[in-house]
């Protein structure tokens, strides 16, 4: 065995240890030979040797005692120095008190104990800094490549935690700081200067010769985002950004960890104050079903409410594979949670009966539906057998059940619905609003816009075009619709699940709606490429049962301000019940038959102001019109 793996064996750090007692020697030693430099007899080594070793061995046991080895030369920093000054300090006295035990300070002058605390502070950290330097030195003579210049945009505390860790990698050299704040012009944090605010980027960038420009923005707004990334682009320097704080929270990443800007972070809404103590209180200690578990909104979910606490979880999914992926991923992330994967179809009554006698849930959250528009536009009897008998097997077995809160995830295609889809979405909102009147559980509909990069949508389907070279392919220059996040969506639904008393349909103010066209520009743009240059966009038309715009209210809902402010309630539309059930046994016959003439009839009934449309109309234009109680 080496010399070195033999030191390893006894400790890991007992070079430091080492070379720590030989500072204390040399302090004390030094600090000796200063006092005893003016006498013409000072005394032998001999006759301090036994002061020496004592001195050694009671500051050897308070450095380990004030925890200096604990700490790494590679990362020694003010709070390292302290300690060791601490240490020092302490050393010294209890140095003092042991010598004066021993012979009564016979040989020991108070300068040398007022002296020795402050050359052991130098001997002991100077060593450290210098290792620090050179391993954080920019001019390494091992560094295969050189230090990268680096913009940092930002000077909060991400902004100083990003540049802290850059100081540690030799392969990234911080030139500047840019940030808003006029205050800073001129300081420097971590040595790195501030060099202006975020207008000037495309000067500052190329005057400082950066070759990466880092965004430490966190919490910046959607809209403060966008013009940052325009900033950035001028310049025509790579960029990366910090995760979002919702990411962080969340504990999908940390501040630390680099990534591109993605189209969430220009898209995405700005974040929307929850109550999360109350959805803490109302999910914690429960049994929660989640139906469509394994799809982009219900996987989500299953995150989302197994770390408010509940008790146990059961997923009920009709894909195979997503369901044995977020099976694996919940194991995986949260050990101790009660996990219970069902393969099975909603609308399959003993399945569904099955699952609510074994799970016995409080709390379900409906998430199983088609929603792919042109796809459902000529599957009439599918879409309806699945989002409007679906949702009423899943709702009938959980009144039957006594299930506390039934929650209903909706769409905003189901305002004025021009689709199948939205029309299908619509009667199950019906439904659920009415039988929430005649049953003990709570029925709560949630409605909200598209949700980026979920399974199906556009973003996917942009990024697939732009990697394979294009063409984009956006239906129609002028569409546009509402956007937000997927765990913003799902938040949304958990808020729901506490506020709803029953029958409410609740909807997210969502800001204001994104024409395609953008959203394809930016993508391309991200991408690293020009639209029209190097990415072709294609308008190929409106497509069967689609809108130019959404809405996420009736005009008869009449919507009012709940106690978070981006949160909105819409009025429910009641119907006979009676008629209602007699229209929902006559389609669901129909779906039996297989009849879907007489299920198009079935459905025309249940939505008379519904028009169907199997062909793309350009003058499907639903106006965005909203009416707030009291206007």
């Keep these: 065995m ?17 070379h720590d007692l030989a500072m204390v020697w040399l302090a004390w030693t030094a600090v000796n030979w200063l006092r005893y430099s003016f006498e013409a007899n000072p005394p032998s080594a001999w006759q301090l040797a036994p002061d020496t070793a004592i001195v050694l061995l009671v500051q050897g046991t308070v450095l380990w005692w004030t925890g200096l080895y604990k700490g790494l030369w590679r990362f020694a920093s003010l709070p390292d120095l302290w300690n060791i000054v601490r240490a020092a300090i302490l050393g010294a006295i209890a140095v003092a008190v042991a010598l004066f035990l021993y012979d009564r300070l016979d040989l020991v002058p108070r300068s040398v104990l007022a002296l020795y605390p402050a050359i052991l502070a130098v001997l002991l950290g100077t060593p450290r800094l210098a290792y620090r330097y050179w391993k954080d030195s920019r001019f390494e003579l091992l560094a295969r490549v050189p230090a990268r210049r680096m913009l940092v945009l930002g000077a909060g505390r991400t902004g100083e935690a990003l540049l802290r860790e850059l100081a540690h990698d030799a392969r ?10 006029a205050a800073l012009r001129g300081a420097r944090v971590h040595g790195v200067p501030v060099l202006g605010t975020l207008e000037r980027l495309p000067q500052l960038a190329r005057e400082s010769a950066a070759e990466m420009l880092l965004i430490a923005i966190p919490s910046a707004t959607t809209t403060q985002m966008r013009r940052i990334v325009e900033l950035c682009e001028e310049t025509g ?25 993605a189209i969430e972070d220009l898209l995405g809404r700005d974040p929307v104050s929850l109550d999360w103590a109350a959805m803490r209180a109302g999910f914690s200690g429960q049994r929660v079903l989640i139906t469509g578990g394994g799809g982009s909104i219900g996987a989500e979910l299953c995150r989302q409410v197994a770390r408010l606490g509940v008790e146990s979880l059961a997923i009920l999914e009709l894909s195979e594979f997503n369901l044995y992926r977020i099976e694996q991923e919940l194991r995986r992330e949260f ?3 009660l996990v219970d994967a069902v393969l099975g179809d909603c609308g399959d009554a003993a399945a569904c009966e099955r699952v609510f006698a074994r799970a016995r849930p409080q709390v379900v959250l409906h998430a199983a539906a088609f929603k792919h528009v042109p796809l459902l536009q000529n599957q009439v009897r599918e879409a309806f057998r699945n989002n409007v008998l679906g949702t009423q097997t899943v709702a009938q077995a959980a009144d039957r059940h006594g299930v506390g809160c039934f929650v209903l995830i909706s769409t905003d295609k189901a305002v004025n619905p021009s689709s199948v889809m939205g029309a299908c979405k619509r009667v199950a909102e019906i439904f659920c609003q009415n039988f929430a009147a005649q049953s003990a559980t709570r029925f709560v509909t949630v409605r909200f816009g598209n949700v980026l990069d979920s399974a199906g949508s556009v973003v996917p389907l942009f990024r697939e075009q732009i990697r394979n070279g294009g063409p984009v392919t956006v239906t129609h220059p002028e569409m546009s619709r509402y956007f937000m996040t997927i765990p ?11 506020l709803g008393k029953g029958g409410e349909v609740f909807a997210l103010d969502m800001g204001e709606p994104v024409k395609i066209r953008y959203l394809a520009e930016q993508m391309i743009r991200l991408a690293g490429k020009v639209p029209e240059r190097d990415v072709a966009i294609v308008y190929t ?5 689609e809108k130019l715009f959404e809405e996420l209210f009736h005009d008869h809902e009449n919507y009012r301000a709940t106690e978070h402010a981006k949160i909105f309630l819409a009025r429910p539309r009641s119907v006979s019940w009676e008629l209602l059930t007699a229209q929902l046994r006559q389609a669901a016959q129909s779906v039996r038959d297989y009849d879907e003439d007489a299920l198009r009839a079935c459905l025309t009934s249940l939505l008379p102001d519904f028009s169907w449309r199997d062909e793309a109309d350009s003058a499907d234009i639903v106006p965005i019109a909203r009416h707030v109680e009291g206007a």
């Design 172 to 181: 990234y050299r911080p030139v500047g700081v840019l940030d808003d704040n």
């Design 541 to 545: 038309g409106l497509r069967p049962g």
């Design 335 to 337: 050990p101790d949670l």
């Design 2 to 18: 080496g010399l070195r793996r033999l030191t390893a064996a006894i400790h890991p750090r007992l070079a430091v240890v080492l």
């Design 488 to 498: 913003e969506a799902c938040q949304l639904i958990l808020q729901a699940g506490v």
């Design 237 to 261: 320097v790579p960029f990366r950004t910090v995760p979002r704080l919702q990411d962080v929270v969340a504990g999908r990443m940390g501040f630390s960890q680099l990534k591109e800007v």
